[in-house]
């Protein structure tokens, strides 16, 4: 009897011990990218400029807990202004939005309808120059010039399992660099939170690389896939002021 207990342990020990290394098999990385959109009421390009560059120095990782960088972004024909922030995990992004910065933000009277969207990203983005913190960057204004950042979101009509997904992020992520599309920087392969929500952060060095982008194979044969639904396109400029979070990304 006693050596059926002590079996009976070593078995129950060996599950626990399994089931703990399943927890930790996942396809998402801990970096995380949050993506901030507002309007401007009441205030003129000047001064939002003028506010931008007074904030700026508040949005480092000495100030900002988990924060790995972020780019000041607008779109000017559309008066929609905002960041892409990258942290090192989903816990760092909540702190930021409980934190007493992030409500000075919100609250400002002349920056309106404000829209938070929080992505996880893949396992294998690194593939594609995608994470922040390990890629070249640069404090440097001159390497904003012309600097864009395309936003893309789509949804399936049939999901891919967790498997699935991962083969493909290991797949395609690869393809995704500057020798075979020239102007592109990296992009970050992204998931909502919710997981219903499919998509890429990418930047280029300039507006014309993302057209060409467009005009390739792959990106047609991407947006023609009947299974998906491209709904968001969003191009922003990137304003200097972004090199003094963490620099910007460069070739």
Known sequence: MKRLIIIASLLLIVSCKN??????????????????????????????????????????????PGLLGKSFIGDLDRGVFGGVYYFSSYQSVETYLESDLWKGVVAHPNLVNFKTDVFKTFSGTELANGNHSMRKTSSDTAD?????VLVVNY????????????????????????ENFPGMIGKTMI???????YGGVYYFTSRSAIDDYFASDLWTGFEGDKNTDVYKKDIYMVAPISTISNGVPVL
């Open 191 to 197: 998931n909502s939170v919710d997981g219903n929500i």
């Open 155 to 178: 949804t399936n009509e049939v999901n891919p399992t967790e498997i699935e997904m991962n083969k493909q992020v290991m797949e395609y992520a690869p393809v995704f660099s500057n």
């Open 144 to 148: 904003t010039n012309d600097l864009h």
């Open 19 to 64: 089931s703990k290394n399943e927890k930790k098999v996942t396809v998402f990385a801990d970096e995380t990218v949050l993506i901030v959109n507002y309007q401007l009421e009441n205030m003129t390009l000047e001064q939002h400029a003028e506010l931008g560059s007074a904030v700026a120095p508040s949005f480092t990782s000495e100030n900002v």
